[in-house]
């Protein structure tokens, strides 16, 4: 599909696998979680790291691509 100059396709399907993964694995975390802890604690810095990282991939995949 890339090569047919349907960039834009790639690039939104992409970025939905990682929104999908990330919401899902997230969810079933927590729900998985609350099962064993009935309270939970949250730390901030460390999700900080993987915040920055994750903002850093979507970053890139709006960055527009020159195409020759």
Excluded: W
């Amino acid at each position: 599909m890339l090569l047919e100059g349907h960039l834009h396709l790639v690039l939104a399907s992409l970025l939905g696998s990682i929104f999908v993964n990330l919401l899902f694995i997230l969810g079933l975390s927590i729900l998985s979680a609350g099962f064993k802890h009935r309270e939970q604690i949250y730390n901030q810095k460390a999700t900080q790291i993987p915040v920055f990282f994750m903002t850093t991939g979507v970053l890139t995949l709006l960055i527009p691509v020159r195409q020759y």
